[in-house]
């Protein structure tokens, strides 16, 4: 399956595990991203916004402590893809005026019919009369599925299996609101003409649009059609203004590549998704939610998990707690310290946190020292690739000189960030082996102890 969603997901990992600068990796990530959208044929205008409102906030936005800058810049990538999906918001999903009458249209198979019962199911355990009608005259086969589907679900339908679907749609409508007092009725349509021809289909859902005039012409679009969405959604955008999108099959392996594509073409939202056959597998469109799916669930929910916990302000306690309990620090730790120390003011005071170890004298002129180099130190550590913060004894002399230049420092200031990490880890060692005796910390209460 080869959708933009998929191709941003494979470059979100890359981007993780680039060895260039924060600003080359940034370069380079947007530059695959606005291919990636082109080749799907998003339109060139929304790529340009998207991509430079995302290099905008790369270059400005300082990621909160504990965060490092490549981390948070996968969070600007997702805010932004969220906001072009629709933002926070769900769209508001209940009519504004009655009868409230929505037309599904869309290509055959793509799930019209078990979204019109979908969406009949949906209004109708809210309270609302329901009416559900078909203009499907080509299938045999229509006719019956949404008459079942009504039945099932305990909804008056309106249908005939032969005629002129413009007469049956307006018969429908009368039918529905003058027989069956109905405040919402779903129209089902074609999805394959007749003839088979692509125009005659494009024709019939504008006559039957001016015809009924609906409330609200819905698209409904299969997420595995990635870049396909885009010419179906702009063709019957151009003939039949579409008012929302539906996607459907979200369940299946696709990662809804359609839906970006589906979005761009129309200028409209996705109001609904389908991810089941079941007529209870339909929910309101979560944008957040869906963007964190296609851009890899591994990836971006740790992240976003991340970036929560660091608004509650006891994480610098728990991790310097956490440093005292094992006996060692990561570099991941430093960069929280770091960054902690330039939010909170004198490291000192971020010390105090932590019962005793404030009272290491022997760390306190170096600690000193390091007040000036945090920001040195913290560009240092964004030029650092995931394997090197995890495991710095792999940080050899040629990386140190890569390291530098990346962060734009010297060879000198990656030295010493490197020994302070191995002094802080030399002083926690030994404070847990007992060898350093600090007054007013008792391990034991910290619990941990060996292997853990
Ligand atoms: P239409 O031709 O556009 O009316 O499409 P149908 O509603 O007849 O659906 C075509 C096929 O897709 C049927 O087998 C449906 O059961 C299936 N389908 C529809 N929506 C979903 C969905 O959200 N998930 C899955 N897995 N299948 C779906
Ligand atoms: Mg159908």
């Given at each position: 399956?080869?959708?933009?969603?998929g191709?941003i997901?494979?470059?979100?990992?890359?981007?993780?595990?680039?060895?260039?600068?924060?600003?080359?990796?940034?370069?380079s990530?947007?530059?695959?991203l606005?291919?990636e959208?082109?080749?799907?044929?998003?339109?060139?205008?929304?790529?340009?916004?998207?991509?430079?409102?995302i290099?905008?906030?790369?270059?400005?936005?300082?990621?909160?402590?504990?965060?490092?800058?490549?981390e948070?810049?996968?969070k600007?990538?997702?805010?932004?893809?969220?906001?072009?999906?629709?933002?926070?918001?769900s769209?508001?999903?209940?009519?504004?005026?009655?009868?409230?009458i929505?037309?599904?249209?869309?290509?055959?198979?793509?799930?019209?019919?078990?979204?019109?019962?979908?969406?009949?199911?949906?209004?109708?355990?809210?309270?609302?009369?329901?009416?559900?009608?078909?203009?499907?005259?080509?299938?045999?086969?229509?006719?019956?599925?949404?008459?079942?589907?009504a039945e099932?679900?305990?909804?008056?339908?309106?249908?005939e299996?032969?005629?002129?679907?413009?007469?049956?749609?307006?018969?429908?409508?009368?039918?529905?609101?003058?027989?069956?007092?109905?405040?919402?009725?779903?129209?089902?349509?074609?999805?394959?003409?007749?003839?088979?021809?692509?125009?005659d289909?494009?024709?019939?859902?504008?006559?039957?649009?001016?015809?009924?005039?609906?409330?609200?012409?819905?698209?409904?679009?299969?997420?595995?059609?990635?870049?396909?969405?885009?010419?179906?959604?702009?063709?019957?955008?151009?003939?039949t203004p579409?008012?929302?999108?539906?996607?459907?099959?979200?369940?299946?392996?696709?990662?809804?590549?359609?839906?970006?594509?589906a979005?761009a073409?129309?200028?409209?939202?996705?109001?609904?998704?389908?991810?089941?056959?079941?007529?209870?597998?339909?929910?309101?469109?979560?944008?957040?939610?869906?963007v964190?799916?296609?851009?890899?669930?591994?990836?971006?929910?740790?992240?976003?998990e991340?970036?929560?916990?660091i608004?509650?302000?006891?994480e610098?306690?728990?991790?310097?707690?956490?440093?005292?309990?094992?006996?060692?620090?990561?570099?991941?730790?430093?960069?929280?310290?770091?960054?902690?120390?330039k939010?909170?003011?004198?490291?000192?005071?971020v010390?105090d946190?932590?019962?005793g170890?404030?009272?290491?004298?022997?760390?306190?002129?170096?600690?000193?020292?390091?007040?000036k180099?945090?920001?040195?130190?913290?560009?240092?550590?964004?030029?650092?690739?995931?394997?090197?913060?995890?495991n710095?004894?792999?940080?050899?002399?040629?990386?140190?000189?890569?390291?530098?230049?990346?962060?734009?420092?010297?060879?000198?200031?990656?030295?010493?960030?490197?020994?302070?990490?191995?002094?802080?880890?030399?002083?926690?060692?030994?404070?847990k082996?007992?060898?350093?005796?600090?007054?007013?910390?008792d391990l034991?209460?910290?619990?941990?102890?060996?292997?853990?």
């Amino acid at each position: 399956m080869s959708t933009v969603f998929g191709r941003i997901r494979d470059l979100v990992s890359s981007f993780l595990r680039s060895s260039e600068s924060y600003e080359e990796a940034v370069g380079s990530f947007i530059k695959e991203l606005q291919k990636e959208m082109i080749r799907a044929d998003v339109n060139i205008k929304v790529v340009s916004e998207l991509t430079s409102r995302i290099r905008e906030r790369a270059l400005k936005e300082e990621p909160p402590p504990g965060v490092l800058r490549k981390e948070w810049f996968i969070k600007i990538v997702y805010d932004e893809l969220s906001k072009l999906l629709g933002g926070d918001i769900s769209l508001e999903p209940f009519p504004k005026s009655f009868p409230w009458i929505v037309l599904l249209v869309g290509i055959q198979g793509s799930g019209k019919t078990t979204t019109a019962g979908k969406l009949a199911l949906f209004y109708k355990k809210r309270g609302y009369r329901v009416g559900l009608a078909t203009t499907d005259i080509y299938r045999a086969a229509a006719y019956e599925q949404l008459k079942q589907l009504a039945e099932a679900i305990g909804v008056p339908f309106y249908g005939e299996k032969i005629g002129d679907p413009i007469e049956i749609s307006k018969k429908a409508i009368k039918t529905l609101l003058n027989e069956y007092f109905c405040d919402i009725v779903v129209v089902d349509t074609a999805g394959r003409h007749g003839y088979g021809r692509e125009e005659d289909l494009l024709r019939e859902m504008k006559d039957i649009a001016e015809a009924i005039k609906p409330s609200e012409v819905v698209l409904v679009v299969d997420a595995s059609m990635g870049q396909k969405a885009f010419d179906l959604a702009k063709k019957f955008h151009e003939w039949t203004p579409i008012g929302s999108i539906i996607i459907t099959k979200l369940d299946g392996t696709a990662r809804g590549g359609g839906a970006l594509s589906a979005v761009a073409a129309t200028g409209a939202k996705i109001k609904f998704v389908g991810d089941g056959e079941k007529l209870e597998d339909f929910e309101l469109f979560n944008p957040r939610k869906f963007v964190a799916r296609v851009l890899g669930l591994g990836d971006i929910e740790s992240l976003l998990e991340k970036f929560k916990a660091i608004e509650e302000s006891d994480e610098i306690k728990k991790r310097l707690e956490k440093a005292v309990t094992l006996g060692k620090m990561s570099m991941r730790d430093i960069y929280h310290q770091l960054k902690s120390i330039k939010k909170l003011g004198p490291l000192r005071k971020v010390l105090d946190l932590v019962p005793g170890l404030s009272m290491l004298k022997i760390g306190d002129e170096i600690l000193k020292g390091s007040e000036k180099k945090i920001d040195i130190w913290i560009n240092i550590i964004d030029s650092m690739t995931y394997r090197e913060l995890d495991n710095p004894s792999v940080i050899d002399r040629g990386r140190i000189r890569r390291i530098a230049l990346g962060s734009g420092r010297g060879v000198t200031d990656v030295r010493e960030l490197l020994d302070y990490y191995e002094l802080v880890n030399k002083m926690l060692k030994d404070l847990k082996r007992g060898k350093l005796r600090v007054k007013g910390l008792d391990l034991d209460k910290l619990g941990g102890g060996p292997g853990e």
